[in-house]
């Protein structure tokens, strides 16, 4: 069975700090994709990233960053300098990539974060 | 614009009265589904769909019905045999076999709000 968990609810910080989400997964397959989503007020999940599990290589995209580490079972994501645009929930999400698992997405609890100007 | 739409995005109803949701795609995906979010939590699957007639259970069907008669079309019926149906509901949509190499990657639709009196 697969399970990610993030162990951070709510996470507070004011503007222009950095803010690190922490992201834990379980799983048995060799193959995976690793997600990282963002819910913000209005509801819609909002698609930021996708990482293949051969992939370990870091990527930056602006302001965001994700640390996959294979060894660790870990996939962290950093905003830097915060704005309070930020301010949502963001979820971190597993799945087997085969089409006939049927590409089901298993989430995390979700991180708050809310972002002080 | 090509996208996904869930109507109503407010939805009241009485205790034991079914209602359904809906779910439209324009994005010729393949694949859809239907998760469930409560407040403060993940997202838990309750049904998905690779093909057009064919669906499959996730982890919380239970009380829920859904049928795929279009490849356009996902709707999901809450029946009276859910016990705490008021929650966030969400569609998502994904390419599957027609799509390029991001096939596993899920779009979402704005979310209904479900309430029931």
């Known amino acids: 069975a697969q399970k990610v968990t993030q162990a951070q609810t709510e996470i507070s910080v004011v503007e222009k700090e950095d803010v690190t989400l922490d992201c834990v997964y379980e799983?048995?397959?060799?193959?995976?994709?690793l997600f990282w989503y963002k819910q913000p007020p209005s509801g819609e999940l909002v698609f930021l990233i996708r990482?293949?599990?051969?992939?370990?290589q870091n990527e930056i995209s602006g302001r965001y960053s994700w640390n996959f580490q294979k060894s660790t079972s870990s996939f962290n994501f950093t905003i830097t300098a915060s704005q309070v645009v930020d301010s949502a929930v963001y979820f971190c999400a597993l799945s087997a990539p085969q089409w006939a698992a049927g590409n089901k997405l298993t989430f995390g609890g979700g991180t708050r974060v809310l972002v002080k100007p | 614009d090509g996208g996904i739409t869930q109507s109503p995005k407010y939805l009241f109803r009485k205790e034991g009265q079914n209602v359904t949701l809906s779910c439209e795609q324009n994005l010729n995906h393949d694949a859809m589904y239907w998760y469930r979010q409560d407040p403060g939590q993940g997202l838990r699957l309750i049904y998905y769909?690779?093909?057009?007639?064919?669906?499959q259970k996730g982890d919380i069907a239970e009380g829920y019905s859904v049928s795929r008669e279009k490849k356009e079309s996902f709707p999901l019926t809450v029946t009276s045999a859910q016990k705490n149906p008021t929650a966030f509901y969400l569609c998502?949509?994904?390419?599957?076999?027609?799509?390029?190499?991001?096939?596993?990657?899920?779009?979402f639709g704005p979310g209904t709000r479900l309430t029931v009196l």
């Open positions: 998502a949509s994904t390419p599957g076999t027609s799509g390029s190499s991001s096939y596993n990657e899920q779009f």
């Open positions: 769909s690779q093909i057009v007639n064919d669906f």
């Open positions: 799983t048995r397959d060799t193959t995976y994709y």
């Open positions: 990482r293949n599990s051969f992939d370990e």
